[in-house]
């Protein structure tokens, strides 16, 4: 997959079927777009999917200023489902203050060479949002391009979408969360070195230190499935700030895995949530944190018995 970030100039050679929004999460909603625009490969066109940036330095305040995933993680799940290009935008003047017809004349037609657009119903584009649907159709029979509405995705009545999903996440209903995205939920990133309290209580973890505008779900321990060399590890995995230990000054993605050993500081991994058990907690002393992480662990593994 060609990926294209930080620039407000894009040229694709040949025509281009394209999809326009912010893809956070790539929830069941924004993969309906996506078969349609993939479709149109059998024609000869492309898949363009044009998204914005997502500043990973900067914290706004309030649960819709918190990403489902991160730049990566979108990017990795866009090139696993076939796109051929990403072009991620920075929201700048020159482009947050484009007029709706300038958008679609020098970024549609003259830079992307857009014969397909598919949209979702509530898209909206260009200075203050005056874009939508009908302009595209209005504007495609003059330049020549076809486009598509696409109906929303439901679950449980409502429309799928990123608010939707936030939701679930922020009440800690994982198996919602999961069903909205249609794939399990994941925190990825690089394993760190902790202050090896586990190691020392004879349950090693690794740790992953998400970006701090990854939304995570409520701090507690979890049901997780991480994939190493095509193999899958459950396990359980805290998210926190680990206050028995003393403490940490960043929230943490701490995991400990079911029947494996080894060392993986420095491995970069995926690690899928399942299933909430509890909140974090303070315990009085390692000895009492260790009985609840050993009694955690036999909670994990009756639950994937019981799936299995």
Request: glycine share 10%; charged share 25%.
């Amino acid at each position: 997959m060609n990926y294209v970030t930080g620039k407000t100039q894009f040229h694709m050679e040949g025509p281009c079927a394209v999809s326009l929004g912010k893809f956070d999460g790539v929830h069941r909603g924004h993969q309906k777009l996506l078969r349609h625009v993939l479709s149109r490969r059998e024609q000869g066109l492309s898949a363009v999917i044009f998204t914005f940036e997502k500043n990973p330095t900067r914290m706004l305040s309030g649960l819709s200023g918190q990403n489902i995933m991160t730049n990566e993680e979108r990017r990795s799940l866009l090139e696993e489902a076939g796109v051929d290009h990403l072009l991620e935008c920075p929201f700048v003047p020159e482009i947050s203050l484009m007029e709706p017809e300038v958008f679609i004349k020098r970024i549609l037609v003259e830079q992307l060479h857009a014969a397909f657009v598919a949209v979702g119903e509530d898209f909206r584009f260009g200075h203050q949002r005056k874009g939508d649907f009908r302009m595209l159709e209005r504007m495609g029979k003059t330049y020549g391009f076809q486009v598509e509405l696409v109906e929303k995705e439901k679950s449980h009545n409502r429309d799928i979408s990123s608010t939707y999903v936030r939701e679930a996440l922020h009440e800690g209903n994982i198996p919602l969360a999961n069903e909205l995205l249609g794939y399990r939920y994941f925190v990825s990133g690089e394993v760190l070195h902790g202050r090896q309290i586990g190691r020392t209580l004879g349950l090693p973890t690794t740790n992953l230190l998400p970006p701090p505008d990854k939304l995570l779900p409520p701090n507690g321990v979890y049901l997780t499935r991480t994939m190493l060399d095509e193999e899958e590890y459950f396990g359980i995995t805290n998210i926190g700030y680990k206050p028995t230990v003393g403490g940490e000054t960043h929230k943490g993605v701490e995991t400990f895995l079911f029947h494996y050993e080894g060392d993986l500081y420095g491995r970069f991994l995926n690690v899928e949530f399942l299933e909430y058990e509890r909140p974090e907690q303070k315990f009085k002393s390692l000895e009492e944190l260790k009985a609840r992480i050993l009694s955690d662990v036999h909670w994990g593994k009756s639950k994937i018995y019981v799936k299995s």
